[in-house]
């Protein structure tokens, strides 16, 4: 399987606090992407990161990539109730520069405590 | 921004029917769709990966004979579960690209339930 595998699997932090989620894959990429996906729903696009790029800003979002360990972090600042959510990675390693077949995390559920 | 529709958003049948499900993309054309499968608390899988006006590229160990994928236009793709089973109860997400960009979006997603 060329599945990634997010830790922790679960997180719970009090609102306020920084939540950091790591991100490691198999295979190399052309970019990895962090979604987030609120319990039954779909998933929304929060950010992406090219393989020739090591950190990345949105927000309160920052992305990091180390591609010689094959893995990524997601920091969200200042959590905020809104953030509780399941947030994934997926990996796009195509053949082309662009969007193929996304490979997904196993994901990490994110708790905030009010 | 772009939009993906999915129609239904819920759905329940009894064991043995076929059921369509759609995935539109609003405000963009979509050259390619994807269709993915989601159990409860785990990630999405990739089943099969539809392109305007030809046949779907299924993933290893989908069945293509059971799970229909037409994507007749620009801006459709239907996903038919063909005599659908207790097994087959579980969250279908499609996304698209559009063409020029790196980022597929994601529709809200279809729960079916087999009885």
């Known amino acids: 399987s060329q599945q990634g595998e997010e830790d922790p699997q679960a997180l719970s932090i009090q609102e306020g606090e920084n939540a950091t989620m790591n991100c490691s894959y198999k295979?190399?990429?052309?970019?990895l992407q962090w979604y987030r996906q609120n319990s039954g729903r779909g998933l929304v696009h929060l950010i992406l990161?090219?393989?020739?790029?090591r950190e990345k800003h949105s927000g309160r979002l920052r992305v990091t990539l180390d591609t010689s360990k094959k893995s990524s972090s997601l920091l969200i600042t200042a959590s905020r109730a809104a953030d509780t959510a399941s947030y994934f990675c997926?990996?796009?390693?195509?053949?082309?520069?662009?969007?193929?077949?996304?490979?997904f995390g196993t994901g990490t559920r994110l708790t905030i405590i009010p | 921004g772009a939009v993906v529709s999915q129609h239904p958003s819920r759905v329940i049948c009894k064991s043995g029917t076929s059921v369509k499900i759609e995935c539109r993309s609003l405000?963009?054309?979509?050259?390619?769709m994807f269709w993915y499968r989601q159990f409860p608390k785990q990630s999405l899988m990739l089943m099969a990966t539809?392109?305007?006006?030809?046949?779907?590229?299924?993933e290893q160990g989908v069945e293509k004979d059971k799970f229909l994928i037409n994507h007749a236009s620009l801006t459709l793709s239907t996903l038919t579960v063909t005599s659908a089973h207790p097994e087959d109860s579980s969250f279908y997400i499609c996304?698209?690209?559009?063409?020029?960009?790196?980022?597929?979006?994601f529709g809200p997603g279809t729960r079916l339930t087999v009885l």
């Open positions: 996304s698209a690209r559009q063409s020029l960009r790196d980022t597929q979006y």
């Open positions: 990161i090219r393989s020739n790029e």
């Open positions: 539809s392109n305007e006006g030809s046949k779907a590229t299924y």
């Open positions: 405000d963009f054309q979509a050259t390619t």
């Open positions: 295979t190399s990429i052309n970019n």
């Open positions: 997926a990996t796009d390693a195509g053949p082309n520069f662009g969007n193929e077949k996304l490979t």
